[in-house]
């Protein structure tokens, strides 16, 4: 059993800053790309960065200065650095990896963590 467990959300001030992890745990035999998604009320989910294993990263348009993602690949661990953060930040950020499980493989499959609640409000 693969899961995806995020941390990191709450309420911060326009113009602040949070850090969210996702850390990946189970029997993994490896993880390919990691990503961040956000949902906001109303909207479709939406893609906010993207890391490969080598390290490449991509960013929506939207974020691209403000955000950074990172990974541990020693952890299974991502993580989001979001800076200078707006209202229209909030919304629920979910992690996303690419995993191919021990009992699995060589098959890749998407796991999704629970998501958490970022809300950017004075």
């Known amino acids: 059993q693969v899961q995806l467990v995020e941390s990191g959300g709450g309420l911060v001030q326009p113009g602040g800053s949070l850090r969210l992890s996702c850390a990946a745990s189970g029997s993994i035999f490896s993880v390919n790309g990691m990503a961040w998604y956000r949902q906001a009320p109303g909207e479709q989910r939406e893609l906010v960065a993207g890391?490969?294993?080598?390290?490449?990263?991509d960013y929506a348009d939207s974020v691209k200065g403000r955000f950074s993602i990172s990974r541990d690949n020693a952890k299974n661990t991502v993580y989001l650095q979001m800076n200078s953060l707006k209202p229209e930040d909030t919304a629920v950020y979910y992690c996303?990896?690419?995993?191919?499980?021990?009992?699995?493989?060589?098959?890749?499959?998407?796991?999704w963590g629970q998501g958490t609640q970022v809300t950017v409000s004075s």
């Open positions: 890391i490969t294993s080598g390290g490449s990263t």
């Open positions: 996303n990896a690419r995993i191919v499980a021990v009992t699995t493989k060589p098959l890749t499959y998407t796991y």
